[in-house]
């Protein structure tokens, strides 16, 4: 199938020159499933450990002013227990004040889960978004063939009603061993939804695309109830706030 037919098309793929930054890594006990395969938010652990990694190795001015838009995942099979991973993590676009990180994990060998995040940096006093400066833009461009991307909401943008569709709906309660530094529920947690919703569904496996879509923040204290609807060939799950507002939207799509 070409990347044109393919439902689910991967981003850019591997650049063969500019900069890029590799580990490797163990799957450990607590990055699985009682199966053995390793767990989506154990995944988005990685992307961020990979990202702070990146950002001191390359020098980065302010390495940890970034915060996460979205992140999708392709998932073509689930490393497990004990499995050696490899990750390759680049710039694969660039907008005026965030960029995109591509990474690329292996096992034996062959590509298991392609990844795409959007990171806007920002100013944690403000929380608003800050320029790239041009040393960054110059760092980061090598390896972009000079691709851009907007910061746009995608999976949000045009979504039903939360009544419609025969919604589920299930309290969320948030912990504190959820929150980070930045005093905000950390991004890795809210994959923790779609793993209790796999965990579910035992028949919804690999390959798969899922995505974890951005809109506010939830903080402590913070009342949360997933919505969860079965649209055309996808799934969708609602992080919602108080006043029905949203603040993460995730989309599953299986094959």
Known sequence: MSQAEDKN??????????????????VRLGDVTPKGRVRLDAVARYLQDIATDD????????????????????????????????????CGALGSHWAERRTQIKCAGAVAIDTASLWVRVDFKTMKPVALSQDLIALLSSAT???????RLEIGRTLPELTSNNPTTQDWPIRFSDMDAVGHLNNAAYWEVLEEYLGAN??????????????GAVDPGDKVQIVTQNLQGRTILRHVLEGNEVAAVTELILG
């Open 9 to 26: 098309p991967r981003p850019t793929q591997l650049s063969e020159t500019g900069r890029r930054f590799s580990t490797s890594r163990k």
């Open 55 to 90: 950002s001191l190795d390359g020098n980065y001015s302010e390495p940890h002013s970034w915060v996460v838009r979205r992140t999708a995942m392709w998932v073509t099979s689930f490393p497990k227990y004990l499995d050696e991973i490899e990750l390759t993590t680049w």
């Open 145 to 151: 063939n000079g691709r851009k991307i907007s910061s």
């Open 202 to 215: 035992s028949g919804k496996r690999a390959p798969l695309k899922a995505t974890v879509e951005h809109h």
